[in-house]
Antibody, heavy 123, light 107 residues
Framework: EVQLVESGGGLVKPGRSLRVSCTGS????????MSWFRQAPGKGLEWVGF??????????EYAASVKGRFTISRDDSKRIAYLQMNSLKTEDTAVYYC??????????????WGQGTLVSVSS | DIQMTQSPSSLSASVGDRVTITCRAS??????LNWYQQQPGKAPKLLIF???SLQRGVPPRFSGSGSGTDFTLTISSLQPEDFATYFC?????????FGQGTKLEIK
């Protein structure tokens, strides 16, 4: 079974850092791009960023709202994607999801998603 | 950024009904449009990719259509487990943006 499991969420003060992890199983982790999304309480979905597979350069792209503060990385030997969040703001409070990204030609879709991990930023 | 507008924002329907949700993009997407279902407290689940391709394991009562700027998700005969929130998402370019969601409720 293809599965993603996030971990590492929690309560953090504004301005501090937190790293959340996404562990994959049931598929060739290194062959896929991995994306991160978030959903603030009671709100819609927001794409945070993604990391390409090493075969496609392992490069990253980010939403403007997190660029320069968040960093996505991957360790394919451990089957883990990371989201390092620095300089956290109260508006970063959300459930953070990772998702496997399938790239076909120039199209992309996201499946499966992990169960999510809650990040709360509050003093 | 590409703006995605879904309608309606909420919808009441009965088991067995046929329902259609629409999604309009602020620029042409060709067919780079995905649909997701989200149950309360759960992660989104991919239903349709590339506007009309049914994800493996998704019941065939779900279908997607459209191209360019206008897309639809149709559920041919609502089942109790279909009452959820549905989101469209454009994958034409980053940032990948979502519609605001359509909450499907039991009448």
């Amino acid at each position: 079974e293809v599965q993603l499991v996030e971990s590492g969420g929690g309560l953090v003060k504004p301005g501090r850092s937190l790293r959340v992890s996404c562990t994959g199983s049931g598929f060739t982790f290194g062959a896929y791009a991995m994306s991160w999304f978030r959903q603030a309480p009671g709100k819609g979905l927001e794409w945070v960023g993604f990391i390409r597979s090493k075969a496609n350069g392992g490069t990253t792209e980010y939403a403007a709202s997190v660029k320069g503060r968040f960093t996505i990385s991957r360790d394919d030997s451990k089957r883990i994607a990371y989201l390092q969040m620095n300089s956290l703001k109260t508006e970063d409070t959300a459930v953070y999801y990772c998702a496997r990204q399938t790239v076909y030609a120039v199209d992309n879709w996201f499946d499966p998603w992990g169960q999510g991990t809650l990040v709360s930023v509050s003093s | 950024d590409i703006q995605m507008t879904q309608s309606p924002s909420s919808l009441s329907a009965s088991v067995g009904d046929r329902v259609t949700i629409t999604c309009r993009a602020s620029q042409r997407l060709t067919s780079y449009l995905n649909w997701y279902q989200q149950q309360p407290g759960k992660a989104p689940k991919l239903l349709i990719f590339a506007a009309s391709s049914l994800q493996r394991g998704v019941p065939p009562r779900f279908s997607g259509s459209g191209s360019g700027t206008d897309f639809t998700l149709t559920i041919s005969s609502l089942q109790p487990e279909d009452f959820a929130t549905y989101f469209c998402q454009q994958s034409y370019n980053t940032p990948y943006t979502f519609g605001q969601g359509t909450k499907l409720e039991i009448k």
